[in-house]
Nanobody, 124 residues
Framework: QVQLVESGGGPVQTGGSLRVSCAAS????????MGWFRQVPEQEREFVAA????????YYADSVKGRFTISRDNAKNTVYLQMNNLKPEDTAVYYC?????????????????WGKGTLVTVSS
């Protein structure tokens, strides 16, 4: 059974930083692209970032470029999202996702597997 478990969310002030993590199990982590999405109530889930299995390809949403960094540690089956210079509009539930290709997550907003999410709240 595939499990993606996010952690590290919480409250933070505008301009602050936070790192969320996602621990994966039940899948061949090193063969999967990993990504992060986010969602606020009554809005569609939106793509944030994705990284290929070998880290050679990385995509970001325009809204987070230059502020967020996605990375992965295949030895630990973990993907990270470092978020800097946070803004109130970054407030959302952040979901970890796994797919065969990073581009599919970016272009189609789809994933084969999803975590349950971790809430990030940025206060002004």
């Amino acid at each position: 059974q595939v499990q993606l478990v996010e952690s590290g969310g919480g409250p933070v002030q505008t301009g602050g930083s936070l790192r969320v993590s996602c621990a994966a199990s039940g899948l061949t982590f090193s063969s999967n692209a990993m990504g992060w999405f986010r969602q606020v109530p009554e809005q569609e889930r939106e793509f944030v970032a994705a990284i290929s299995w070998n880290e050679h390809t990385i995509y970001y949403a325009d809204s987070v470029k230059g502020r967020f960094t996605i990375s992965r540690d295949n030895a630990k089956n973990t993907v990270y999202l470092q978020m800097n210079n946070l803004k109130p509009e970054d407030t959302a539930v952040y979901y970890c996702a796994a797919h065969t290709a990073a581009q599919l997550m970016r272009d189609l907003g789809r994933a084969n597997y999803w975590g349950k999410g971790t809430l990030v709240t940025v206060s002004s």
